[in-house]
């Protein structure tokens, strides 16, 4: 025997996350995780998309019309929740919104988790957003690219995330940071993700949740491009 | 956690009574059938109460299966082991509700060090790691249920896990159905005896912190193949073939 302990996870996980979620079937990673991404990517792009394609990766390119793997991504986009039973109507009701999406298959490559999807968000008038989210497993998902920037974005209980879109510059940063603090937020941590002059923070706080008005104040701050916050998930 | 318990009550009731046959056949009414053997009074080789576990876990695996809701718990492929062995445990034994809500805190406090230490992923590391995994959290939750210690708990959990290493996933068409649901009824019975054993005082040589690493070391050895891409197994068999011909999937290439 010439194994050693190896820690491959470095992921935090609540009780509930072991305990549930509570979901409809028939798959954890490939149903109710599915739709977690989908409601991540949402929340990203914030507004509804008008056209959505879905690439699917690995385990999830070969086995997602059995485990309606398909319907939970477009349910996610239209922001229904695990344990909603309307997931099995979720192409009808997008349908409905006018959102068209369609699926691929594609190989993302090796250092992707085999459960991955990449979802690409299209509406006139904004530029795209690509989102790659895998779901690691008993019905939990992480983000895991934003455009370009590689990210560690998961919905933890308890805490009140925020993305936030900047230019690579501290001051700024620190100044949207003491602005938080104000607010009667503790920052928790910060993961900053940088590629040349643009940058995206992830910002796990806890303490009152933000309102919308107070996203909007953040935003005009100097260097700070767009707020987005995963608070509604996160309830 | 009371949710979490009543939402196992209404799906074990649901897949009891449903009749309705899922998509492709795979699930229909076996949970009926098995839960038959009491009512009728019948010669069975399991207890009462291990014959309703079986019953209950795959209640809920076709509930499941027919897109119903449930606990993942630790998964939605495994939700059925902890539910059908907890709950007709409480039943047969006349525990409390609290008792039984208990012992799910138990059963995810052994989640937790598996999830910590490995993983839930049938995709990383096969079936072992989705009804595996529920069965060494439900062999702990049940000694704790009954009154064992925690040492007794965690050594149940051990002998339950070591017993379901290597198990692979090869669902047939990669729909959670076959072999799943009753992977699970089987894997209530497993965790009632794993129970059992440690309660009588048989220790497990491995301790259960070990067994996960092994579970984990299996799983990167594992292939792809047999990893929730329904590309081996019993996904390939001639009846699998069959089932991925009617579902209109891709033609598996031949090595
Ligand atoms: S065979 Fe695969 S899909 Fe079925 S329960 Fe096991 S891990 Fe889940």
């Known amino acids: 025997m010439n194994y050693t302990t190896k820690n491959t996870n470095t992921d935090s996980y609540s009780i509930f996350e072991i305990a549930g979620p509570i979901m409809i079937g028939p798959s954890s990673s490939h149903t109710a995780g599915a739709c977690k991404i989908g409601q991540m990517a949402r929340a990203l792009f914030h507004k509804q998309p008008g056209k959505v394609t879905f690439i699917l990766h690995g385990s999830f390119a070969e086995v997602y019309q059995g485990h309606a793997t398909d319907k939970a991504l477009v349910a996610g986009i239209i922001r229904l929740k695990t344990g909603d039973p309307k997931i099995k109507h979720s192409f009808e009701l997008a349908a409905k919104k006018g959102i068209e999406f369609q699926f691929k298959k594609g190989n993302l490559g090796p250092e992707y988790h085999p459960n991955t999807a990449k979802i690409i968000m299209e509406k006139n008038g904004r530029p795209n957003m690509t989102v790659i989210g895998s779901s690691i497993g008993g019905g939990k998902s992480k983000i895991v690219k934003i455009d370009d920037f590689p990210v560690d974005l998961n919905i933890q209980a308890g805490f009140k995330t925020i993305v936030v879109w900047h230019d690579n510059n501290k001051t700024h940063l620190t100044q949207l940071c003491n602005k938080i603090e104000k607010n009667g937020n503790n920052i928790h941590n910060i993961q900053t993700t940088t590629i040349s002059k643009e940058a995206i923070s992830i910002i796990n706080t806890d303490g009152p949740d933000f309102t919308l008005s107070e996203i909007k104040k953040l935003e005009k701050q100097k260097g700070i491009k767009e707020i987005r916050s995963l608070i509604k998930l996160q309830q | ?255």
């Open chain 2, 1 to 255: 956690m009371t949710r979490v318990y009543q939402v196992m009550q209404e799906a074990i009731q649901k897949g009891l009574k449903d009749k309705k046959s899922s998509s492709f056949g795979m699930a229909s009414d076996n949970a009926k059938l098995s839960f038959k053997l009491l009512e009728k009074n019948q010669k069975t080789l399991l207890s009462p109460l291990a014959i309703k576990a079986m019953a209950y876990a795959i209640a809920t695996g076709e509930h499941n299966c027919k897109m119903g809701r449930i606990v993942a718990f630790p998964t939605a492929g495994g939700s059925g082991v902890i539910p059908g062995s907890i709950i007709a445990t409480q039943e047969e034994w006349e525990l409390s509700e609290k008792k039984a809500i208990n012992a799910l805190f138990t059963a995810t406090g052994i989640g937790l060090i598996i999830a910590k230490q490995s993983t839930f992923s049938a995709a990383k590391a096969g079936c072992q790691a989705e009804v595996g995994a529920a069965t060494a959290m439900a062999a702990a939750a049940l000694t704790e249920m009954r009154g064992g210690t925690p040492q007794q708990a965690i050594n149940a959990a051990a002998l339950a896990l070591k017993n379901k290493l290597g198990l692979v996933c090869d669902p047939l068409g990669g729909l959670v159905a076959v072999p799943c649901i009753k992977r699970n009824g089987l894997g209530a019975v497993h965790a009632l005896g794993a129970s059992d054993l440690s309660i009588a005082g048989v220790k497990s040589f491995v301790p259960f912190d070990e067994v996960v690493q092994a579970m984990n070391n299996i799983g990167d050895l594992m292939s792809e193949k047999l990893k929730e891409t329904a590309l081996g197994g019993l996904a390939t068999t001639k009846t699998g073939l069959k089932i991925r011909e009617k579902m209109k999937l891709p033609k598996i290439k031949k090595r």
